[in-house]
């Protein structure tokens, strides 16, 4: 399980950071990027998806594949 | 005011400023979304007003048909009162906004965390021993006017200038333009003298921090900073006093939500989100230039669009139980504080400041109701929070 922040939406809401600060970083602006490689640990799972859903812009792809 | 004809039919004539908009507008928005969810009407020389979350984060993303050059709805054409980035639009926007972004970031922020804890300290020992208090004028008036001068480094005391310039700028200048004028040019005066002093004494603010600020290696306008701080003043201050006064009116009449946050402290920040969502303070404005058409409606140049994130808020086929306050509600994806490019560079701040309120007060005064003998007023025009909340303690 993986997640993404698409750069090109993300306006730096940083509602992701704070629910699930181990899966998303903020850079020095503000805006959210994945951590790493955005892998997401099994114990994660839920976080992965509360930030998704927390997201206003919808920036955030949790590929569960 | 009361010169205006009263409101009929709002869909087709509706009026922001009409009383019963101002006192409680839930009702007229999810009418006006159920059956016109893009409402017009012919004052103020033309204003649309969509209602749903779709259509307004359709026009906050369109920045080419929709500018932010114009963010005020008013019967004459305003003076113009630039406050960047907020009246830029892009290209201008972006390294404007790139230049304020890293003092508000959450960590840039939680270093005034303990200051602003303090300063809720401070205002609660005044009236924590008396039988109740204003909780819109004494308490969440006073938090962001001192938190905005704790970031720029000016005395904390200077938050009543600060107050007088907003109330002219955005409440008087509604219907009187030299009120605007004049808080216009006193922060214009202010901030200037600000920043010659620490051209010569730089310290460690957010003053310093713009007056020596380059934008592609070259020094800014010192107008346009002198703009930018003015915006600090207009977007920061009676917008977060409106939301914790919002919070504050809301659990005075729920105790079940407040008997929960006292005894689940760590339930605050899941609880700001919610009232953010539910009491979303800010509506936004933008100026039609480029005809359009969004939802089946079209969108006439020379008009207005007033952009309500706070009906959006609302927005059914968004939020399950949207006209319920649900302090533990774990999916919100609300806007209170925009959407898009424009997206409130003061959200973090604010969030601090709210949550802060809450937690400073709720173990010194765990129960506190309206006071049946007063009334709750609601500020009139496009922040909307009350001005005055006044509470019985115990």
Request: aromatic residues 8%; proline residues 9%.
């Amino acid at each position: 399980m993986k997640v993404k922040v698409d750069s090109e939406r993300c306006q730096g809401h940083a509602r992701c950071a704070a629910l699930a600060p181990e899966l998303f970083a903020l850079d020095a602006f503000g805006n959210a990027r994945e951590v790493g490689d955005g892998t997401v640990p099994a114990a994660l799972a839920d976080k992965a998806y509360l930030a998704k859903a927390n997201c206003p812009e919808f920036a955030i792809e949790v590929d569960d594949a | 005011m009361s010169t205006r004809p009263p409101v009929d039919d709002w869909a087709s004539d509706f009026d922001h400023l009409d009383p019963r908009w101002i006192e409680d507008p839930y009702p007229i928005w999810d009418a006006l979304r159920a059956q016109c969810p893009i409402a017009h009407t012919q004052r103020y020389r033309g204003v649309y007003f969509p209602s749903r979350f779709a259509d307004v984060r359709a026009v906050a993303y369109d920045t080419e048909h929709f500018s932010s050059r114009r963010i005020m709805v008013r019967d004459t054409p305003p003076p113009r009162i630039p406050a960047p980035p907020i009246t830029s639009d892009p290209p201008r926007h972006g390294p404007e906004k790139k230049l304020l972004l890293p003092a508000f970031t959450p960590d840039a922020i939680k270093r005034h965390e303990p200051r602003v804890r303090d300063i809720c300290r401070a205002l609660i020992d005044r009236f924590a021993d008396g039988g109740g208090c204003d909780a819109a004028a004494d308490y969440a008036q006073e938090i962001p006017v001192r938190a905005i001068a704790v970031m720029l480094g000016v005395p904390e005391e200077d938050g009543a200038l600060f107050r007088r310039w907003i109330h002219e700028m955005l409440e008087l200048g509604i219907t009187d333009p030299a009120a605007a004028m004049r808080g216009l040019t006193a922060s214009q005066r202010y901030f200037a003298a600000e920043m010659e002093k620490r051209r010569t004494e730089p310290r460690d603010d957010l003053i310093t921090h713009l007056a020596t600020a380059e934008i592609d290696g070259k020094p800014v306008d010192p107008d346009r900073l002198i703009a930018m701080m003015r915006l600090l003043l207009v977007a920061g201050i009676d917008t977060t006093w409106s939301a914790i006064g919002a919070c504050f009116w809301h659990l005075a009449q729920h105790p079940e939500d407040r008997r929960r946050l006292v005894a689940e402290p760590q339930l605050i920040p899941t609880a700001v989100e919610e009232f953010l969502r539910a009491y979303a303070p800010v509506t936004m404005a933008r100026d039609v230039v480029k005809e359009t058409t969004i939802n089946g409606c079209p969108f006439k140049p020379g008009e207005m669009v007033l952009l309500s994130f706070p009906a959006a808020n609302r927005d059914p086929a968004m939020f399950p139980d949207a006209d319920r306050v649900v302090i533990d509600r774990k999916e919100n994806r609300h806007a209170a504080f925009g959407l898009g490019i424009h997206r409130c560079i003061g959200s973090n701040l604010a969030r601090m400041e709210i949550a802060v309120a809450l937690q400073e007060w709720l173990p010194r005064i765990p129960d506190f109701r309206l006071d049946p003998a007063a009334t709750v007023t609601w500020s009139e025009g496009t922040v909307r929070g009350p001005r005055r909340l006044p509470l019985l303690f115990g």
